[in-house]
């Protein structure tokens, strides 16, 4: 980018751009994560005498290093200690021997410092693993690193950056996050952050949506950049990093920044109350999540409920599947503070970007269109049944709707109730409590299920459109590919039949039809989601507010004929045109950022 | 090698769906540390790795499906081996 022009731009703004990740802006000074001073290793020797001494200041460092491990597993939070079983295989990594057993053996025999020999050892290995075609053992490498970190900053008596002992309100920039601090970040100390890698459903991104603290992750190169104590903004609502911004910048984003909050506090004390339009309709409107923590911020922002409960990440970042029981409590705990709410669980939906590594035994060319999401399922019934019989138990302590994702024909909606019930007689045989009677439903986001949604109609008791992924199928877009991206228009007209034609059969046929993609948290779109009669719709949880706020100011009446104008268009240009000029208003530039298109 | 050679040694298959993860190794390094002297296990094409080193063993890259000879070198430790044997059969109990 601008790295050329790096020296004679020292104190200039520059603009980096990354992946918006939790929304808001921030203002203030950069705090680099890094493992500075660790980088450069000298190497010398060790004279015979020494040796002995030399050997003792590593096993030091590694007794410090398991000490620190111990205590923020200890420490951590009562939220995040589904994460700390990655933290307990670094603490075993610590003492391997191929780790440990090695640099103390190098030490002795080539008479060498022991930072120098620790190098030497983890360069090794890291090329064993990094030279790998399964990427579950690819990726060990990097938990090397990650604990041989950890010694050499004991080795070298530079002090780790201890998130937790922050002192100031700053701005974090790292090259990436690891669970262990991620599970350190205090909230009246951390205003933002800013990492190089990560995407937006990274376990940093979810963290920060949770938190509500400002993210941009994927930078790149942002640590290359910022400087520590430089000041920065970060608007995390359109995925901007600012970095020693102009004076005139600083202006704009302070008052971009009281906007935004102003509009937030104004928006979230009417929140609690009902999404009813000018002539008397309520819409439920709900959130979606994915972990259990954020069902706090569902409440807080006034949700409905969930209609959409992401389950992969209960089966991410760990080693192995989750058992029944931890799925059951992780489920319980969700369905019984939102009841009488409802709660949709969407089954295990693995794909491209949220890939286990302890799955990941096939490698496809074409993730997104491979075995995922329910495929996946029906072909390890074994697995899929523990999740059934998780969702069954806890459906016994709420209101819970059970949800099959990426359906694309009849059999796989017949093959997955089967297994439902199969699940139900179990339980029954084991005298286990548990509720059979839910609401069993389908995502529809295969263009094929749209299709056939008069005859999928008749096997659920509700659709839930996942924008996202019909848009990109529909449109054949990858939204994530820089080159065509610009083409993923949510008004595309063919969309807008589509989803007309699913929520026309549905009702026909007497079920709900719901909405949970990102295209239901963009105000502009809703009169038309009222026009073709979306029974519900639900949210990432810090748009619902936007939502029903945005609602109030709508009526049902006179949406029939905006359906018709809508319909009558034939490009996206043109009925985003008719949508400005009829309902310009819901568009606030200072709270919604469009990042569509 | 003599003839107490195949008492030392047994084949056994991965049978697990994750292979022979951290975790999975974490558990035969934990059987493999009482034993009196060295455990390898080895796979075709590879050089044989330590049962008491993690790192070691995840370097095999053994994913379902693969065939391991797990060696002990000493006689005594026979019981050592019958249980790494019976826990990868039983797929580390997942």
């Known amino acids: ?597 | 090698m003599s003839d107490g050679a195949e008492h030392l040694s047994r084949e056994v298959v991965i049978v697990n769906e994750l292979g022979l993860h951290a975790r999975s190794a974490a558990k035969i390094a934990e059987i493999a540390q009482k034993a009196v002297s060295n455990v390898w296990i080895l796979r075709q094409d590879h050089d044989a790795v330590d049962a008491k080193s993690i790192i070691d063993m995840l370097t095999l890259a053994c994913t379902k499906g693969t065939r391991i000879i797990v060696r002990i070198e000493d006689a005594s430790d026979a019981a050592v081996l019958n249980e790494i044997v019976e826990l990868v059969d039983c797929g580390f109990g997942e």
């Open chain 1, 1 to 597: 980018m601008k790295k050329n022009s790096m020296a004679d731009s020292e104190n200039q703004e520059i603009v980096i751009t990354g992946i918006a990740a939790s929304p808001g802006i921030c203002i203030g000074k950069a705090y680099l994560v890094d493992r500075e001073g660790v980088n450069v290793i000298k190497k010398y020797h060790i004279p015979g005498s020494d040796i002995e001494p030399e050997k003792n200041r590593l096993r030091n460092a590694v007794v410090k290093a398991r000490d620190e491990l111990r205590s923020i597993i200890e420490d951590s939070p009562a939220e995040f200690r589904q994460h700390t079983g990655i933290l307990e295989t670094h603490v075993v990594l610590l003492e391997d021997k191929m780790l440990y057993g090695k640099t103390l053996e190098m030490i002795e025999r080539e008479r060498i410092n022991a930072e120098w020999a620790l190098k030497k050892v983890v360069s090794d290995l890291k090329r064993v693993f990094q030279d790998m075609t399964d990427p579950y053992f690819r990726e060990r490498a990097a938990d090397i690193v990650h604990v041989s970190d950890r010694i050499f900053r004991n080795l070298s008596g530079v002090e780790a950056v201890n998130i937790k002992a922050i002192d100031k309100r700053v701005i974090l920039i790292a090259t990436d996050l690891s669970p262990a601090q991620t599970s350190q970040i205090q909230l009246e100390r951390i205003k933002g952050i800013a990492t190089n890698g990560g995407g937006a459903a990274s376990h940093t991104g979810i963290i920060a949506r949770t938190l509500e603290i400002p993210a941009i992750l994927g930078l790149r190169n942002a640590t290359k950049i910022v400087k520590n104590d430089d000041l920065v903004i970060l608007d995390g609502t359109s995925g901007k990093l600012i970095v020693r911004p102009a004076e005139e910048t600083l202006l704009e984003y302070e008052e971009r920044s009281e906007v935004y909050e102003a509009h937030r506090a104004r928006i979230s004390r009417s929140s609690q109350f009902p999404a009813q339009t000018l002539d008397g309709f309520t819409i439920p409107i709900l959130g979606n999540i994915d972990l259990p923590e954020e069902i706090v911020a569902v409440r807080d922002y006034g949700g409905n409920g969930i209609g959409l409960y992401r389950t992969e990440f209960q089966y991410m970042g760990r080693i192995g599947f989750p058992t029944e029981e931890q799925l059951f409590e992780r489920y319980r705990d969700v369905v019984e503070i939102m009841a009488p709410y409802p709660v949709t669980i969407r089954t295990l939906d693995i794909n491209g970007d949220k890939t286990m590594p302890y799955v990941c035994d096939i490698e496809e060319p074409n993730p997104v269109l491979g075995l995922r999401a329910i495929r996946y399922c029906l072909k390890k019934p074994h697995i899929f049944k523990i999740q059934l019989r998780a969702i069954l138990r806890a459906a016994a302590y709420g209101n819970v709707r059970i949800m099959f994702p990426m359906i694309s024909n009849c059999d796989e909606v017949r093959a997955a109730k089967a297994l439902l019930r199969e699940t139900a007689t179990s339980l029954e045989k084991d005298g286990v409590k548990f509720n059979p009677n839910i609401d069993v439903g389908i995502m529809i986001e295969v263009p094929s299920a749209a299709v056939m949604a008069d005859v999928l109609a008749r096997e659920v008791d509700f659709f839930s459109i996942g924008t996202n992924d019909l848009i990109q199928y529909l449109l054949a877009i990858d939204r994530s590919n820089q080159y065509v991206s610009h083409l993923y228009k949510p008004l595309h007209p063919a969309v807008i039949r589509m989803l007309k034609r699913v929520a026309d059969e549905a009702h026909r046929n007497g079920i709900s039809v719901y909405m949970c993609g990102e295209m239901a948290s963009n105000p502009i779109h809703l009169p038309i989601l009222l026009g073709l009669g979306i029974d519900e719709l639900s949210t990432n949880p810090q748009s619902i507010p936007v939502v029903k706020n945005a609602i109030r100011s709508l009526s049902l009446e006179g949406m029939d004929q905006l359906m018709e104008q809508v319909l009558e268009k034939s490009s996206d240009m043109e009925i985003e045109h008719l949508m400005k000029e009829k309902y310009g208003h819901l568009l606030s530039s200072a709270v919604y950022t469009p990042s569509l298109g």
